[in-house]
């Protein structure tokens, strides 16, 4: 079965999804579930668009590669299912949060109260096998990922981008940045974070252009479970 991609989102991506590569990067999916363990859960693969609808984007946040652990990912970048401990680019987004806007450090990492108030949180690759980091890179989600940014680009309304890391970045050519905010640093890995994630303000900064585009700012705080 393939997954279904949500309805505000269809008319948006039905040229992505008429194409000869979506329907081999579909296939590909569907054999690797079959004789590995694929995350996130097939219900879950579309769960940024599902829960961001496209009328509704303000900010994009956009990660790389799905939690390849058992348990952690759930179709959001960053984020985790309840019950899992927040991973260490989390804690370290955690620790800037709390710097930058006094957020108090929740007891999960469950992000999905941002992706309600219209935070696009997309990773460029949509699956991965158990515990094999990048393992489904280059079978064609970046394509079909590229395609979202673009179309949250042309967007009548500015959104704010969030570019972290080196990999993230180098999207900036899909952004049209005379009308969007773009906002970039280190990626908050612990391999980085101390290289200009920590102290780059990034909640203030994405708040601040919210707030001058005239729409409200996103209320970060996320409650305990």
């Not at 393939?2 to 590569?21: C, G, H, M, N, R």
């Not at 940014?149 to 180098?170: D, H, N, T």
Request: overall charge negative; glycine content about 6%.
């Amino acid at each position: 079965m393939t997954s279904i991609i949500p309805s505000s989102w269809q008319p948006v991506l039905a040229q992505e999804t008429d194409k000869p590569y979506y329907a081999q990067l579909q296939a590909f999916v569907a054999s690797e579930r079959a004789t590995h363990t694929v995350f996130p859960p097939e219900a879950d693969v579309f769960n940024a668009l599902a829960l961001t609808p496209f009328e509704d984007v303000r900010v994009l946040l956009l990660g790389q590669d799905p939690y390849h652990d058992d348990g952690q990912a759930h179709g959001l970048c960053f984020s985790v299912r309840p019950g899992i401990a927040p991973p260490p680019s989390l804690v370290n987004i955690y620790k800037e949060l709390h710097s930058d806007v006094g957020f108090r450090i929740p007891n999960n990492g469950y992000l999905v109260r941002w992706a309600e108030q219209g935070m696009l949180m997309l990773n460029a690759v949509l699956t991965v096998r158990a515990h094999q980091p990048n393992s489904h890179k280059n079978k064609g989600w970046e394509t079909f990922t590229d395609a979202i940014i673009r179309a949250v680009s042309a967007k009548a309304e500015p959104v704010v981008f969030v570019l972290w890391g080196g990999y993230a970045q180098k999207k900036l050519k899909l952004i049209d940045t005379a009308r969007h905010t773009v906002i970039q640093s280190a990626h908050p890995s612990p391999l980085s974070a101390h290289n200009g994630f920590f102290g780059s303000h990034p909640f203030s900064q994405i708040n601040a252009a919210l707030s001058a585009a005239g729409t409200p700012p996103i209320d970060w705080q996320i409650d305990d479970i």
